[in-house]
C-alpha cells in the first residue's frame, strides 16, 4: 500500500472561488485579502490580521516594526525550520540561538533567558509543529528585559494556549499558509495582533510603506496620490490565494478535528511500544498536530534513521524530525550549549499524518512500526 506523507485538505470548492476572484478582473491584493484578514482575525480572537507572501516575510515584517534592525540579535530555537533564523538574517540582525525544552520540544524559557546581552531586542517562541510554547512565562522575560515577543506560528492556526487562542496572545504571531502548514493558500502568511497601530504600519510595510491602499485609491472621488513617507516592502498576497484562504477557513475546525483523531489513534497504538515515545502532551496546551513526531529512546536497538529507511523500504515515508539550524552550512560556528536539540535532531521522526489519510493507510503504517520495533526488541 502506497501511503503520502503529507497532503493539503482541499474540498473541492477553491477552484470555483478563485475562478470567481479571476472573473471579477481584481488579483492582485485587494477586497478577497480584505475578506480574509477580517475572517482570520476573528478566528484567532485577534483585532488585526495582516496578510503577507509567506510566514518569513510575515516574521520578517513584525520584526522589522518592532524596531529590530543592523546589529541587534533576536533569540530563536535551532530546533526549527531554517525559515524562523531567515527571517532574522534579511533584517541584518542576529539570530541566537538557544535550547529546547526536552519534552516539548519549544524553546526553554530559562535558556532564552541566559542568551540574553546588551544587543538583544526580541524572542522568537516557536509554537513548534503546532505545540503551543509556554508563552506567560516568555511574556515575563520580555517583560523583564524590555524586550518584544514575535510568535513564529507557522504551524499554530487552531492552536489554544490555557484555552487562548494562538494569534491573540502577544504583540505579534506571524502563520504560514504553505501546504505542509494545517490550512494553504499554496504560499502565503499571516500575522496577527491586538494593537491596532502597528496592523496599520505592516499594512503599509507590506506594499512599499504607501500611504494609500490600493482600495483606497480605487474608491477615490477626487484625484488622489499616494505618498511614500518611509521605505518599505512588497510582501503582497494576491486576491487569489485569499479566495483559497477563505474556503480553507471553512474547512479548519474538520481539519483539525481528523488531525486529532488520526493522532490519537497513532498515541494508542504506540502507548506499548518498548522505546518509542509519543509526544508529550503538557496539560496547558492544545494543538494542531501539524505533524505527529515519535522518538526513539536513546539506547533503542535501532537509531531513527535506520528506522526510518525501514519503514520507506515497506512504502511507509517519514521525515526526520524538526531540523538543528545550527547543524546546516548556513549558521556555522554556534557554540552555545544545545544539547537538548542535538538529542531531538538526532532521534526523532515523523509519521504519515494529514486530514485525508484513511484509517487503512494509518494502520498500515501502525502495522509496519509497530512489528519493526517488535522485531528489533526481540
Ligand atoms: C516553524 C516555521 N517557521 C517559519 C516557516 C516559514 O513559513 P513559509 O514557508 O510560509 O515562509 C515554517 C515553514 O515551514 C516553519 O515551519
Known amino acids: 500500500m502506497e501511503v503520502p506523507f503529507a497532503k493539503p485538505t482541499l474540498t473541492g470548492d477553491e ?3 478563485v475562478a470567481a476572484v479571476i472573473a ?8 478577497k485579502v480584505q475578506e480574509f484578514e477580517r475572517r482570520f482575525a476573528e478566528r484567532v480572537g485577534a483585532a488585526e490580521a495582516i496578510a503577507v507572501s509567506n510566514c518569513t516575510t510575515a516574521l520578517s515584517l513584525a520584526l522589522y516594526a518592532a524596531g529590530v534592525g543592523p546589529g541587534d540579535e533576536v533569540i530563536v530555537p535551532s530546533l526549527s525550520f531554517i525559515a524562523t533564523a531567515n527571517s532574522v538574517w534579511t533584517l541584518g540582525a542576529t539570530p541566537v540561538f538557544a535550547d529546547i525544552d526536552p519534552l516539548t520540544y519549544n524553546l526553554d524559557v530559562a535558556a532564552a533567558e541566559r542568551a540574553i546581552t546588551s544587543k538583544t531586542k526580541a524572542i522568537m517562541p516557536v509554537h513548534q509543529v503546532g505545540l503551543p510554547a509556554d508563552m506567560d512565562a516568555f511574556f515575563a522575560l520580555a517583560d523583564a528585559h524590555g524586550l518584544t515577543i514575535v510568535e513564529d506560528a507557522a504551524c499554530a492556526i487552531g492552536a489554544h494556549y490555557k484555552g487562548r487562542p494562538i494569534g491573540s496572545l502577544g504583540p505579534s504571531a506571524c502563520f504560514s499558509l504553505h501546504p505542509r502548514k494545517v490550512i494553504t493558500t499554496g504560499e502565503g502568511g499571516m ?17 512599499h510603506a504607501m500611504d494609500l491602499s490600493d482600495l ?7 484625484v488622489i496620490f499616494e505618498g511614500y513617507p518611509e521605505r518599505g516592502f512588497n510582501y503582497r498576497m494576491t486576491d487569489m490565494q485569499a479566495a483559497l484562504g477563505l474556503c480553507q477557513l471553512d474547512a479548519l475546525d474538520g481539519i483539525l478535528a481528523e488531525r486529532a483523531r488520526l493522532a490519537e489513534r497513532y498515541n494508542a497504538a504506540f502507548a506499548a511500544v518498548p522505546f518509542l515515545e509519543t509526544p ?5 496546551a492544545q494543538r494542531t498536530w501539524q505533524s505527529y513526531c515519535v522518538r526513539v529512546a536513546p539506547g533503542a536497538p535501532v537509531e531513527r534513521t535506520e528506522l526510518m529507511q525501514l519503514l520507506l523500504d515497506d512504502g511507509v515515508p517519514t521525515r526526520r524530525g524538526v531540523m538543528a539550524i545550527h547543524h546546516e552550512g548556513a549558521y556555522p560556528g554556534v557554540t552555545a550549549d544545545l544539547t537538548h536539540t542535538e538529542a531531538a535532531a538526532a532521534e526523532v521522526l515523523m509519521l504519515p499524518l494529514f486530514a485525508d489519510l484513511t484509517d487503512a493507510q494509518q494502520d498500515h503504517v ?3 512500526v509497530v512489528s519493526h520495533c517488535a522485531a528489533l526488541a526481540a
Open 366 to 368: 501502525i502495522e509496519r
Open 24 to 31: 471579477s478582473g481584481w488579483v492582485s491584493q485587494g477586497p
Open 280 to 284: 508529550y502532551e503538557p496539560e496547558y
Open 216 to 222: 483606497q485609491r480605487h474608491g477615490a472621488k477626487g
Open 15 to 17: 477552484g470555483a472561488a
Open 191 to 207: 500575522i496577527t495582533t491586538q494593537d491596532v497601530e502597528l496592523a496599520a504600519r505592516m499594512r503599509k510595510l507590506r506594499q
